[in-house]
Every structure is written in structure tokens, then in C-alpha cells.
């Protein structure tokens, strides 16, 4: 349904309030994937690490610099608001924060129903019928349809949003880190609920996510983002058991084990120094400043995102 083919977005900044010598922020610095009908793409990485950049770009939110989106077979990285707009009816973004997406002015059956009117879906009781069905579906209640987001906990706001996504009957939606912001025991309903609709709908679905016990849960296959770039691309199980990737392996380490003595025996990989600035990246590998392995030949060229397995590709010079 998806491929991406070498998106890049970079930002440019200027140093100093009214303006001077300009500088390029590479967010997002050559990103390949595709998404089949149905499946679940997860990607995974570090706060700053370009994901959820990624994934506005892909939804057109942000402009792309380079690259293609191939959506549906046909290049929606360059087409103007009008002919966009049919794509955007297909296409669907469930945000971070809740409060943050919800228009505080706005209630809930208003939030809901102006998609249905921007894409003159619904009209009368027709329209009203179809507000109420969505926030059911979400498993929230009819009386709630005339309220505001404030009179909402995280875990209703969010429904609120995944309902406002549903209202246009979308093939694709992109949850960028949709659990995020809710407590552990809520966290685990939306992910079902997400599942249940995906099921339900045949969704298809990018998944933007720092939790890598959920991306385990949820997805078909997952990508490693470092500093604007895929670093590895693998089937999930595939990934978790047979990593090649540095960073992959230092970011699986990281991740907390649940089991006291697990934890114990688990040898964690400690990286050294910081996330460089995309302001400023390295040459060559990105990674290589923080890597063990890193050679001459990892400053001199950036290594392909390339195959070292059937259906797992990974960008470094020693994975294969």
C-alpha cells in the first residue's frame, strides 16, 4: 500500500533573530520502507532520532525535501492541496498528546464531525448518527458527544482522536507514539483497541513508538531510526532474535525486563558519549562516533541500508 523511497526532510535555520548565515537540520535523511495492506510497520528509536519527523512527512503534514510516497501506486510527494485532498480522506494521523490535537473550543461530536464535513461524507441526522456510531465504536458513550476535552481523562482524549481519524473511513492511519502519554493500564486498552480495529477494518498502520515491549506486540515488521536514518529493517520476530545492527543491539539492551532475575543475568551495552546533532552529523556512518565497532572505512563512506538476510537489511559495514 506504502513505499517510501528515499525521503529526506531537513530544515533550514538561520543563525540570529534577523537572519544571517543558514544552516541545514537533516531530520530526516534518506528513508526507504513499504507497508503492505493490513500490516503493522513499527518504527523505533531514540527521542530526536527522526521518527515521528518521518512519519509527518510520509502524511504530508511537513513538505518533503527528496524522495517519493508511493500511495497506492501513485507519487503523492509532490501533489498541490486539491489533488491531495482525496489521499487525505484515505490516509489518517492519530496524535501524541491527546490534549494537545483536541481543540479545547470544540466538542466532542464537533471535533469528530468536521472531518465528515471537510470531505462532505455526512449531512442532517445522517451526519449525527455517524458521530454517535464512532464514538461508540471507541467505546465511549452517546452523552459524550456535547462535551469538551477538558472533561476528559488521557485514555478518553485519546479515543477521542483514534475516533476522529475513523470518521473519514481511512485504508491507512499513522499512530505516532499514541500511547505515550497514558498510564500503563490504559496504554494496554488502546493498543487492543487499536488491534481490534485493524481487524475489523483492514487497517493498515505506521506505527511511531519508543516502547519496544508494544512494537514486539503490535507490529509485522519494525525499523530502527538513528539520527534521521534506517538503520535496520527486519520482520519482528526476526529483529528481536537476530539483530545485526550496533545500535539495535544497544537499544534492545536498554529496554527494562519485567523478570528480577532476568534483569540480573541481561548484559546491558552502555553507549558512550551523546547523540551528535543533526545539525551537524558525521561523516560517513552516523553511528560511528558512538560505536565499538567503528573503523576507518566507517568515517570514509555511510553504509547502504543493504541485505544481510532474507527480509532483514541493515546499514553497517560489519552486519553482513
Known sequence: ?????????????????????????????????????????????????GKTTAARTIARIYEPTEGAVIYGGADISRLGRKELLPYRKRMQMIFQDPYASLDPRMTVGEIVGEALDIHALRRGKDREDRIRELVSLVGLKSDHVGRYPHEFSGGQRQRVGIARALAVEPEFVICDEPISAL????????????????????????????DLSMVRHISRDVGVMYLGNLVEVAGVDELFSGMRHPYTKALLSAAPIADPRRAREASRIALSGDVPSPLDPPSGCPFRTRCAMAKGICA?????????AEGHLAACHFAG
Do not use: W
Request: glycine share 10%; with cysteine; net charge positive.
Open 1 to 49: 500500500m506504502i513505499e517510501v523511497k528515499g525521503l529526506k526532510k531537513h530544515f533550514e535555520l538561520r543563525n540570529g533573530f534577523f537572519g544571517g548565515k543558514t544552516r541545514t537540520l537533516k531530520a530526516v535523511d534518506g528513508v526507504s520502507l513499504s507497508i503492505g495492506k493490513g500490516e503493522t510497520f513499527s518504527l523505533v528509536g531514540e527521542s530526536g532520532c
Open 183 to 210: 498510564d500503563v493500564s490504559i496504554q494496554a486498552q488502546i493498543i487492543n483497541m487499536l488491534e481490534e480495529l485493524q481487524e475489523k477494518f483492514r487497517l493498515t498502520y505506521l506505527f511511531v513508538s519508543h
Open 300 to 308: 570514509e563512506s555511510k553504509p547502504e541500508l543493504k541485505a544481510v
